[in-house]
């Protein structure tokens, strides 16, 4: 079993920027897999980024890269998502997830445990 709690998120304009943060539970959180993804209203849930369990690989969407950068502190049990130069697009329900399996990286049903999302608004 795993626990997943984020935080940061908020209202920011847009170019500013935001870190969200992942605090994990249960399970030794070194090894597995984090990913981050998101879900606008009326939209589906889609990939941000991901790391690998020791950090040393990590996988961007390529609506953010260059402008988004996840980490992880395997010491704090944490994973984070630094969001820069954000955009009015980049507003949705952010979460964090946990993938035992490291597959499909990139895939809603390859993730098994989840947060329960915090809300980022980027207005222009």
């Known amino acids: 079993q795993v626990q997943l709690v984020e935080s940061g998120g908020g209202l920011v304009q847009s170019g500013g920027s935001l870190r969200l943060s992942c605090a994990a539970s249960?399970?030794?959180?070194?090894?597995?897999?984090m990913g981050w993804f998101r879900q606008a209203p009326g939209k589906d849930r889609e990939f941000v980024a991901t790391?690998?369990?020791?950090?040393?690989?990590?996988y961007y969407a390529d609506s953010v890269k260059g402008r988004f950068t996840i980490s992880r502190d395997n010491a704090k049990n944490t994973v984070y998502l630094q969001m820069n130069s954000l955009k009015p697009e980049d507003t949705a329900v952010y979460y964090c997830?946990?993938?035992?399996?490291?597959?499909?990286?990139?895939?809603?049903?390859?993730?098994?445990?989840w947060g329960q999302g915090t809300q980022v608004t980027v207005s222009s």
């Open positions: 997830a946990a993938d035992f399996t490291s597959k499909r990286i990139t895939q809603v049903s390859e993730y098994d445990y």
């Open positions: 249960g399970r030794t959180f070194s090894t597995y897999r």
């Open positions: 790391i690998s369990w020791s950090g040393g690989s990590t």
